[in-house]
C-alpha cells in the first residue's frame, strides 16, 4: 500500500471517473466526488457519478491506498429528505473513506444510522470559529472541519489551537468571499440557491450580447460587465464583476483571481491543519492531472526542508493557467484589510 510522503494530506476534486483516475495517478491522498443528483453542490448536467462509477473508483482508490469522501453538501430540501437519506445509505453501503455534509439534520442520520461512518462537516456549514466546530462534534462525531475561505492565518491557527477534530484549508481554486453556498446576491440575481444549484451563475440565467465589437455578459438581465473588442471575457459572476462607483467602473467586490496557497504549505502544517484541498468538481481531468501534480511536488518539498521551502516558478506558472483571470492570490490567508 502506497502511503504519502507529506503530513499534510492532498484533498483532489472528482466531478467523473476518468478525474478520479487522474487524480490518484497525479499523487492525491483522497478524492471528494458526489452523486448525480441534488444531494451535492456540483450537480450539473454530464458530471458526477453513478453508483456503479463509484464502486469502481473506490476500488480503485483503496486498491492504491488513497480514499474517498462523498460530498452530501447540499440542504435537505423541504418534503425531500428521504432522497438525502438514501444518500448517505449509499455513501455508507459503497465504501465512502467518509461523507461531507453540511445540514445538521443530516449529519444527526448518519451519526444514528452508521455510527462507524466518519462525518466531514463541509465549507457549507460556514463554522468559522472553535465553538461552532466544537457543537458539531459533541452533537454528531464529526471528525473533520472544511473551514471557510475568509479566514486568516491567525485565525487557523487560533481554531487548530482549540478544537479537537481535523482541519482542512483550500489551498487551490475560486474564491469566494462570501457565506459559501448562501451568497444573498447570487440568490437575489437568479432567484436560485447556489448550494442547490452548485454554482453562483446558473447557465439558465447567463446571457451574452454582442455590439459593435463590445461583449455585454448578463446574469439574468443585470449587466454584470461589458468587454472590449479583444478583451478576454469572463464567465458572469455578480461579486467577480465590474461595476460603476462614484462614476468609475471597477471591480466593485472583487476581481476575477483564484486563491494559491502553496507558499503558506510549512506555515499551515505547522500550525496545525491536516489537509490541503483543491477546489475543482465541476473542471476537467487535465485540469486535475496539472494541479494536483503540482500541489504533490509544493508539499513533498515543503516537508523535505520546510525552512528552505520556497514555491518554484513553474509551479505558479502551471497554477496561473488554470485560475481566474489567470490571477492568483493568497486570498483571506494574508488579507491586508480589517
Not at 448525480?36 to 453513478?50: E, H, Q, V
Not at 518539498?301 to 528552505?308: G, Q
Request: with cysteine; hydrophobic share 45%.
Amino acid at each position: 500500500m502506497e502511503t504519502r510522503t507529506s503530513p499534510l494530506e492532498l484533498v483532489a476534486p472528482a466531478g467523473s471517473l476518468a478525474a478520479l483516475k487522474a487524480a490518484i495517478d497525479a499523487g492525491a491522498d483522497t478524492v471528494y466526488l458526489g452523486l448525480k443528483n441534488a444531494t451535492n453542490a456540483r450537480n450539473f448536467a454530464g458530471l458526477n457519478f453513478t453508483e456503479s462509477d463509484i464502486r469502481a473508483g473506490v476500488d480503485l482508490a483503496h486498491s492504491r491506498g488513497r480514499q474517498v469522501l462523498f460530498a452530501i453538501n447540499t440542504f435537505v430540501q423541504a418534503g425531500r429528505a428521504p432522497e438525502w437519506r438514501a444518500a448517505v445509505d449509499a455513501a455508507y453501503g459503497l465504501g465512502a473513506d467518509a461523507v461531507i455534509m453540511a445540514d445538521a439534520g443530516l449529519l444527526a442520520y448518519a451519526s444514528d444510522r452508521y455510527p462507524g461512518l466518519r462525518l466531514h462537516l463541509s465549507v457549507q456549514g460556514s463554522a468559522t470559529h472553535a465553538d461552532a466546530i466544537e457543537l458539531m462534534k459533541e452533537q454528531f462525531g464529526i471528525r473533520r472541519v472544511v473551514l471557510p475561505r475568509v479566514l486568516t492565518l491567525a485565525e487557523i491557527a487560533r481554531i487548530c489551537a482549540n478544537v479537537s477534530v481535523e482541519v482542512e484549508v483550500f489551498g487551490f481554486g475560486s474564491l469566494c468571499v462570501m457565506a459559501e453556498g448562501r451568497c444573498l446576491l447570487s440568490s437575489y440575481a437568479t432567484g436560485d440557491s447556489p448550494n442547490n444549484k452548485g454554482v453562483c451563475s446558473p447557465a439558465h440565467a447567463v446571457r451574452w450580447s454582442e455590439e459593435n465589437g463590445r461583449m455585454d455578459a448578463r446574469l439574468n438581465g443585470i449587466l454584470i460587465d461589458r468587454y472590449e473588442p479583444g478583451e478576454p471575457a469572463a464567465y458572469p459572476t455578480l461579486c467577480k464583476g465590474r461595476f460603476e462607483v462614484d462614476g468609475q467602473a471597477d471591480h466593485a467586490l472583487e476581481e476575477p483571481t483564484s486563491l494559491n496557497a502553496i507558499g503558506l504549505l510549512p506555515r499551515l502544517a505547522e500550525m496545525g491543519v491536516s489537509a490541503i484541498k483543491i477546489e475543482g468538481r465541476q473542471r476537467s481531468p487535465a485540469y486535475v492531472t496539472q494541479v494536483v501534480s503540482t500541489l504533490r511536488a509544493a508539499l513533498d518539498s515543503a516537508h523535505a526542508d520546510a525552512a528552505r521551502f520556497s514555491p518554484r516558478p513553474e509551479w505558479n506558472a502551471m497554477l496561473a493557467r488554470h485560475s481566474e483571470g489567470s490571477q492568483v492570490t493568497q486570498g483571506a490567508f494574508e488579507r491586508p484589510w480589517k
